[in-house]
């Protein structure tokens, strides 16, 4: 009886203590990642992953982009715009300090804007403070920044990556030990291997849940799965679409497909003939089966485009209506165009799985209509060498993920060799005006001269692929800029 | 002998400055820009430039090359365009995991392959023999990558005894990362081990048919001496000849193991390298595994005149 009584009382407790365990939920975190980073420092480098380890993590700007593509205040708690919409005046947080203890204050957001802007810049996205004409210092927590014309997208261009301030002290070498003002501070970084992140001591604002957050680098789509499945890596927010089937039926793992802000689109050398014909370009738009080649090439994930504008963008419109698959129509354009008989040209295709397994059905629908296309697949330094820079290509497939980016059509030299005045126009007109109706208005007009023009294959919006532990919340769905935005990431018990 | 030796020291040599002329030269030919890599697609031509002009890779072709060449004399790697950190550094790291992880694969095979050869050989067209070398035959065949998932799903999935990949640094002590090296090199060794078993057991057959065997089988040796001593000795130059081959293979040829379990060796490194155009990275880590495969051979050398005292008493 008194064993029996003994047995029961230790049964008891071990149960309380399983029990006490379970409810403290866990604050570490392994994240899968595809690629390594070169480095750490955002305002240096145009490798997305940098800002999936650092973006709202480590760093942080005046602004911020939320999970669906929204500005929202960061460093700078309000704002006001004077009435011509060329003076922004930023009120800081204050209290802010650095991961290595310097204050943060109005000075060191003119540093790192005037640095990010000045004439020996090597800021990948140097174009987003193309409009400032000076930064002023007020006072410790207000800062003043005058453009030289009103820019509509102004705020959002301070939310990127590249715009993050940083401090004097430590900006010199942010690639190897970056620090910043976010929630997350680095912690270490083997090369190859693993990137580590803890939480702050001093973060000013929210608190966050994790306590530690390793992104461990998995070059391997064929590794990810039993990484997961064997419990080492709890979240891949970027998986290999083409291995969903073997984990998405399992109820450990949430798999969550949201959107991208990457157009996948069969770039066209606009200027190379027969392209330079718009009844060639209009005919392979025809040609092209937009819902074989999601289901061929990302697993019948991701939405179709009909302009260069995602599906999930406020500015969006539908133009997917405006070349159906018609392969009758795609040869009848060919005729017109002098070329019943048919054509060769090249097709260059970048690593991606998108680009190969894509380039392969489009060779064949292109085929159907007499286009016999030669595929070369090439690296990507090959790529951005000889298509990118020479433009020595005939037709490519790529996926542009820089988000917003319709403006890359009005670009003097672009690899697109698209040169069309009225589209240009649009485009200057929208980077002046700010009123959001008349901006809407303008991005639809953009989206359909470009469709018109046929000046690429349109094809579909690049799906951002999540797969992670079903106890994990508070990661992103989407994708509106490459990041992996931890400050709300938590374990449910 | 010290003009055998000399003679192999030579020709090593000679062939260290061959391949850092061609290595040097046939990254140049790549086309790619590193600069425009790092910058990505919204950068602009002059930014490019001014980047180029900071790397270094605006001076002339051949000031590049010695400045390098230079450089490797005096130990000095330079520093890795992307990474901004010195060569040898990445270098050390990298090795910490391919060395040793190379060392067990190695010996692994070895404790395999020697002992299977050995009793193929003796039991030559008996079943032993059959079932053995079938199954050599087979783990010629089955590609290494397939047989890592094999080993990860059944040990890391199911019987979740080892991590199904990633190295956690020997800093983290040396049974964790011992254990995160088992599997790779299991799956490493099995495919050269077959190999080796293989090399191992027709050299020995070709030893056993000569007619010393005879005589030492006739003079009344019992055959397991004769087979340790006489024949295994003589089948050794094939034997050692592939065990430097393989293990510059294991060094940096493991890319697609190191792949499957994401470890941070010499292989993936250059793989990276070469993607990003890091073109210093890959000009001194291939001149390292040069270097390595050198070293390898002449020791290969050296060794046969250890096991052969014919090469010793002919120079």
Do not use: C
Request: proline share 6%; no cysteine.
């Amino acid at each position: 009886m008194k064993l029996w009584k003994t047995i029961l009382a230790a049964a008891v407790l071990t149960l309380a203590a399983a029990g006490t365990s379970a409810f403290a939920a866990r604050t570490d975190l392994v994240i899968g990642i595809p690629l390594e980073p070169p480095h750490l420092d955002p305002t240096a480098g145009a490798a997305a992953a940098i800002r999936e380890v650092t973006y709202a993590n480590v760093f942080e700007g005046l602004t911020r982009i939320g999970p669906n593509s929204e500005v929202l205040p960061d460093l700078a708690e309000s704002w006001t715009v004077s009435d011509d919409g060329k003076v922004y005046t930023f009120k800081l947080h204050t209290g802010v300090k650095f991961h290595d203890g310097a204050d943060f204050s109005a000075d060191d957001v003119k540093f790192s804007l005037d640095r990010a802007r000045a004439e020996n810049s090597l800021n990948a996205q140097k174009q987003l403070f193309a409009a400032i004409d000076k930064v002023e210092v007020v006072d410790p927590a207000t800062v003043k920044i005058t453009l030289t014309h009103p820019q509509g997208g102004f705020l959002y261009n301070m939310g990127w990556g590249d715009a993050v301030i940083v401090s004097p002290k430590s900006a010199d070498t942010n690639k190897e030990k970056p620090v910043g003002t976010g929630p997350f501070k680095f912690d270490s970084w083997a090369k190859g291997s693993s990137i580590t992140l803890v939480k702050s001591d001093h973060y000013w604002g929210a608190p966050v849940f994790l306590e530690k957050v390793e992104f461990r680098i998995v070059p391997d789509a064929a590794a990810a799965v039993p990484a997961l499945l064997s419990g080492d890596i709890q979240a891949f927010p970027f998986f290999d679409p083409d291995s969903v089937a073997q984990v998405k039926d399992d109820p450990r793992f949430k798999v969550v497909v949201g959107a991208t802000e990457g157009e996948t689109i069969l770039s066209i050398n606009n200027k190379q003939p027969p392209f330079d014909k718009l009844q060639v370009r209009q005919a392979i738009s025809y040609a092209l089966d937009r819902k074989a080649i999601i289901d061929g090439a990302s697993a019948g994930l991701g939405l179709p485009i009909g302009s260069h504008m995602s599906p999930t963008n406020k500015y969006y419109v539908d133009l997917t209506g405006r070349y159906p698959h018609d392969v009758a129509k795609a040869k009848e354009l060919l005729k017109e165009a002098g070329l019943e008989n048919g054509f060769k040209a090249t097709l260059k295709l970048p690593p991606p799985s998108y680009a190969r397994l894509g380039g392969e059905i489009i060779a064949s629908e292109l085929r159907d209509v007499g286009i016999n296309l030669e595929i070369i697949p090439v690296e990507w330094a090959q790529w951005l060498d000889q298509v990118f820079t020479k433009k020595d290509y005939d037709l490519t497939i790529v996926s542009h993920t820089e988000p917003n980016d319709i403006d890359i059509y009005s670009r003097k030299d672009y690899y697109f060799n698209y040169d069309n005045p009225t589209f240009n126009k649009v485009i200057a007109d929208l980077d002046v005006t700010t009123d959001e109706a008349k901006r809407k208005e303008l991005y639809a007009e953009a989206q359909k001269i470009l469709a018109d023009d046929a000046v690429v294959g349109f094809l579909y919006e690049l799906p951002k692929v999540g797969v992670w532990d079903a106890k994990l919340q508070g990661l992103w769905e989407n994708a509106p800029i490459p990041a992996n935005d931890l400050t709300k990431v938590k374990w449910s018990e | 002998m010290i003009a055998y030796l000399l003679k192999r020291l030579a020709i090593a040599l000679a062939t260290l400055i061959l391949a850092s002329i061609v290595v040097f030269a046939v990254l140049e030919i790549l086309p790619g820009d590193p600069a425009r890599l790092m910058l990505g697609m919204n950068a602009s031509a002059d930014q490019i430039e001014l980047l180029r002009d900071q790397m270094g890779l605006n001076a002339p072709l051949i000031w590049r090359y010695l400045h390098w060449a230079g450089g490797l004399l005096s130990l000095d790697f330079g520093r890795s365009y992307t990474y901004s950190v010195p060569v040898i550094d990445l270098v050390r790291e990298r090795l910490a995991v391919s060395l040793p992880l190379a060392l067990i694969a190695l010996a692994l095979s070895t404790v395999i392959a020697i002992p299977v050869g050995l009793f193929s050989a003796s039991r030559r067209g008996r079943a032993g023999d059959t079932i053995s070398m079938g199954a050599a035959q087979l783990g010629v065949a089955v590609p290494n990558f397939w047989f890592a998932l094999m080993l990860i799903y059944v040990f890391a999935v199911w019987l979740r005894l080892v991590p199904a990949g990633g190295f956690p640094g020997w800093s983290a002590g040396i049974w964790p990362a011992l254990k995160s090296l088992l599997l790779p090199a299991v799956a490493l060794a099995l495919p050269q081990a077959a190999i080796l078993a293989r090399v191992t057991r027709s050299a020995l057959i070709e030893v056993l048919n000569e007619d010393y065997i005879r005589t030492a089988r006739a003079k009344g040796l019992p055959y397991r001496t004769v087979l340790w001593r006489h024949a295994l000795r003589n089948a050794m130059i094939p034997v050692l000849t592939i065990l430097g081959l393989q293990f510059a293979f294991l060094l940096a040829g493991t890319i697609i193991i190191e792949n499957v379990f994401y470890l941070p060796g010499l292989g993936r490194l250059v793989f990276q390298a070469i993607t990003q155009r890091d073109l210093i990275v890959v000009e001194s880590v291939v001149m390292l595994l040069v270097a390595a495969v050198i070293a390898v051979n002449l020791l290969v050398d050296f060794s046969y005149a250890a096991v052969d005292p014919r090469l010793r008493s002919r120079s």
